[in-house]
């Protein structure tokens, strides 16, 4: 079964996952539901391999680590062409259009780290891009958050470029504009409602705002017309007014805020995919809006430090399973979930039944079990925030110990854990079962959790001893 497709619909496919799914069975997730483009945020072998004869269009991603090298050597910029696209276009059939050069690199909170070497690197990469032939077929961009620009007022019109940047965003427009290029904006109504508590929240969705602003005789009824339109008068202004944009990043997360929930992600993604479906555009730019989902699956490993709802943007499951009913083109058919997907027996880690509470070993135990697995659904809001103390340390328990691909050592906190074939899931609390993966980060010898401070010591005591 394929669903039929709104225009330039896309996915981002993140790989920060604990136990990443195969990819072959991501490209099938991804053609079964009839996404025909994917943005990624690197360039892995193992994933463009698999991109091998899809159809899929491609944007392959250079992480902002990489832009001091590249903005700083040509021959890297070459090297890197050559082993991440030239051989998958030549020879592995893969349909690579876009090159993606850092991830949102002028972030505010970046305090200017990459202001130097985005632009150079963009234009190392062009070079290199135009050397091996490719130009003319690949295209460079730059995704940017859309801090970048701003408006004065609540109108799009008094839309510019954030001031402390705006000589180097024409640098690059202009560049991007002479090479045919296109302006890649990641846009985020959710990020709205979360930095600003009186962020009206019907004007983040598109299904109706009782105050519609009012721009000169354009009206707009939700924020993200806003935002893009404020970006184009933007372009406009600065003599690129024609140029293509693509919104490289749109979504809305499900777990890890008081607004992140499941029931406002369909809202929002539903909405979002029925906006575009007719082609109507914006009030400043009518026509087809081309766009990339933010995420296709859920990322258990991402940093949570724009907060913990970073790790759930995914329509599916970490597993591949939908989230919630999500119509991707003009039928009423929802997401087709991942197939042959293997999980480890259903077993779980738990607070034995014998152990209590208020044992003084809890506090560290859970302590060490959050900080090496994901426990982010235990936050205020969250799916798992209503949980009692015993099901609160049952779920820190079974996070790590399903991080550890169910070792025996991995539920053994000294007289508190036992492992159980009893599911103890409650309500929209779930309590995962990992899949199993050839490739997942935790593969190796893991010592007993509250034993591992002890075996250092010895090991360190043992070296004195040598001396």
């Known amino acids: 079964m394929v669903v039929n497709t709104v225009h330039s619909i896309g996915a981002n496919w993140g790989t920060q996952a604990s136990h990443p799914l195969p990819p072959p069975s991501v490209v099938k997730l991804l053609k079964d539901n009839g996404v025909q483009k994917v943005k990624l945020f690197d360039a892995e072998s193992n994933v463009l391999n698999a991109l091998r004869g899809s159809g899929m269009e491609v944007m392959v991603g250079i992480p902002n680590d990489m832009l001091y090298t590249l903005a700083n050597s040509v021959d890297s910029a070459e090297k890197w062409v050559e082993r991440n696209v030239s051989i998958h276009v030549s020879s592995n059939s893969v349909d690579i259009r876009y090159v993606a050069v850092g991830n949102e690199p002028f972030l505010s909170t ?16 062009q070079a290199a891009l ?25 109108q799009p019109s008094t839309g510019n ?9 024409v640098e690059i427009t202009n560049f991007l504009s002479l090479n045919g290029a296109p302006f890649t904006v990641n846009i985020y109504p959710f990020i709205s409602l979360y ?30 017309d806003a935002n893009y339109d404020t970006l184009v008068w933007a372009l406009q202004k600065n003599g690129f007014g024609n ?9 809305w997360p499900t777990n890890g805020n008081l607004n992140a929930n499941i029931r406002l992600a369909q809202r929002f993604n539903q909405g979002f ?23 296709l699956i859920d990322e258990d490993a991402k940093s949570i430090q724009p907060g913990n709802f970073e790790r759930h943007w995914g329509i599916f499951y970490y597993d591949g399973t939908p989230k919630y009913n999500l119509s991707l083109g003009g039928n009423s058919g929802g997401l087709i979930a991942a197939s042959n997907i293997k999980y480890l027996p259903r077993r779980w880690c738990v607070l034995s039944p014998s152990a209590s509470p208020q044992d003084p070993q809890v506090v560290p135990s859970v302590s060490y079990a959050c900080s090496r697995a994901d426990c982010t659904s235990l936050g205020y809001g969250s799916s798992c925030a209503n949980l009692d103390a015993q099901q609160n340390i049952s779920y820190a328990f079974n996070s790590y110990y399903q991080e550890n691909n169910q070792l025996d050592s991995a539920c053994k906190f000294p007289n508190l854990s036992v492992t159980t074939t009893n599911d103890p899931s409650v309500g929209e609390c779930r309590f995962k079962i990992m899949i199993q993966t050839t490739n997942s980060r935790n593969e190796g010898f893991l010592l007993e959790p509250i034993n591992m401070l002890h075996q250092v010591l010895m090991l360190l005591l043992l070296l004195l001893l040598i001396k």
């Open 110 to 125: 970046y305090n200017g780290t990459f202001l130097a070497t985005t632009f150079p690197a963009l234009k190392n990469i």
């Open 130 to 154: 135009i050397k091996a032939g490719l130009s003319n077929r690949v295209k460079v961009t730059v995704p940017l958050n859309a801090d970048v620009y701003q408006s004065s007022t609540e």
């Open 161 to 169: 470029f954030r001031p402390d940047i705006n000589d180097l965003m």
């Open 195 to 224: 930095n600003d508590a009186n962020f009206p929240m019907d004007y983040a969705f598109f299904d109706g705002y009782s105050s519609p602003i009012n721009d000169n005789g354009r009206i707009y009824t939700n924020v993200f």
């Open 243 to 251: 140029l293509s944009i693509i919104v490289g990043e749109i979504g």
């Open 273 to 295: 995919m029925s906006h575009i479906s007719g082609n109507r555009g914006t009030p400043m730019r009518p026509g087809p809006v081309d766009a990339y989902l933010f995420s």
